[in-house]
Structure formats: C-alpha cells, structure tokens
C-alpha cells in the first residue's frame, strides 16, 4: 500500500546532528499525524495537523519541530537528539473529524540517536 | 485514567484455536471503534472497523457493547499468522481528530 509514505525507513543520527523525516499522504485526506512508539510501548500521539494548522502538540519537546506546508505533506525536523529520542516515528492521515475512518500509517522511519 | 484499556497478555494459544480480547473504553462520547493489528517493528495496520451491530470478517469478528462501553474482537481458527499485537482504538465526538490507541494486546499462535 502506498496511501501513505514515509522516508527515510531508517536513520541514524548523532546527539548534535539536524535531520528531518518525510511523509506524503495520496489518499485526499485532511489531517495528519505524528506518532511516537519507544520499544515495548504503545503509541504516543505527538502532533497532529488538520488542513495544514497545528491542532494537538502533545507536550514534545521542543527539539522535535513539526512543518506542514500543505495537507498532502508532513516534516518532522529534528536537532540536539538525545538517546532516549529513539525509537519508531510514524505517519498517519485520517480523513478529518466528523468521518468515522480510521488512521492510515506510514511504515515508519525508525530512528536511532548516538 | 486511560481513554482506552486493554489486557497485555501475552496470550498463547495452539493452533485452531478461538480467542477473544476485550477492549473497555471511558468516554460515554465516543463515536468510532477500530481494531488494528501491529506486527513486531512494523507499523499498526487497520484490521476491522467496529460497527454497532456487530461485524464479521472470516475468522474475525467484532462486537461493541455501548452500556458497558467495551469492544471485542474474536478470532476463530487461530492461525500462525495471527501472531501479532492488537490494538483497540476509539475516536471521540468531542475531540476533533484524536484516535485513541490502547496499549495492545500481545497474540502467540503456537504450532
């Protein structure tokens, strides 16, 4: 399924480096999502955007810095890492509140900070 | 208190088995359930919506029981291939955009 696409799928990164993770949606849809999952943990909403305005910032620390430029595209950019920070980041879209449809995932960029 | 509880498990269950897991959710306002499955360093995939009456899918069938506020979702015949964790997600009237993720549950189908 390509409805939802993330890049990169893996990344490695120093506690001093800035990169910046993709996500593209295909499916028309209104809102989109960041989710963190730690190993053997469930998920952790982080930031969602409807039709491009930041609706939830879930208490994340201002390393991670969210852009939504339009509703088809999501960028998660981040800086000054630290080790605890890795884990599994997910893409979601949803076609926006009032639908009854469920989340559409990303595969995820699975991110390891040194 | 958690929007949505579930029973971690593990369960383990022998081939061809039936299993059933219960979903309870806190919210009166609530407005769609979904069950999804997430295989081990992968992403969660929709697997079933829960619709009010009650769904089937093959082996999988999902039941909501609003006054008591739970979900369930039983799968009979349990393949290998079942082995996954499952979570319970439920949506809000009153909350816009938000899914509701519980925890999982943890499915070993042993040969």
């Known amino acids: 399924e390509t409805g939802v696409t993330q890049t990169p799928r893996h990344l490695v990164m120093g506690m001093t480096n800035k990169k910046s993770l993709k996500c593209e949606q295909h499916?028309?849809?209104?809102?989109m999502y960041w989710y963190k999952q730690s190993a053997k943990k469930p998920l952790e909403l982080m930031f969602v955007?409807?039709?491009?305005?930041?609706?939830e910032n879930n208490s994340v620390p201002s390393r991670f810095s969210p852009e939504c430029p339009n509703s088809s595209h999501l960028f998660l950019h981040l800086h000054t890492l630290q080790p605890e920070d890795s884990a599994l980041y997910l893409c979601?879209?949803?076609?926006?509140?009032?639908?009854?449809?469920?989340?559409?995932f990303g595969n995820g960029t699975r991110l390891t900070v040194t | 208190r958690k929007e949505v509880e579930q029973d971690p498990g593990p369960f383990n269950v022998p081939e061809g088995a039936t299993v059933a897991f219960n979903c309870t959710y806190s919210?009166?306002?609530?407005?769609?359930f979904f069950w999804y499955r997430q295989d081990c360093r992968k992403e969660p995939k929709l697997l079933m919506s829960?619709?009010?009456s009650g769904n089937e899918d093959g082996r999988f069938t999902a039941q909501l029981n609003r006054a008591s506020q739970y979900i369930s979702l039983l799968i009979r015949d349990s393949k290998l291939s079942d082995s996954a964790t499952y979570l319970c997600?439920?949506?809000?009237?009153?909350?816009?955009?938000?899914?509701?993720f519980g925890t999982g549950t943890s499915l070993t189908v042993i040969p």
């Open positions: 829960v619709y009010s």
């Open positions: 955007y409807s039709l491009e305005e930041r609706v």
């Open positions: 997600v439920v949506t809000y009237r009153n909350t816009g955009n938000q899914f509701y």
């Open positions: 919210n009166s306002a609530s407005q769609s």
């Open positions: 499916l028309g849809h209104n809102a």
């Open positions: 979601a879209s949803s076609p926006g509140p009032g639908y009854n449809s469920p989340l559409h």
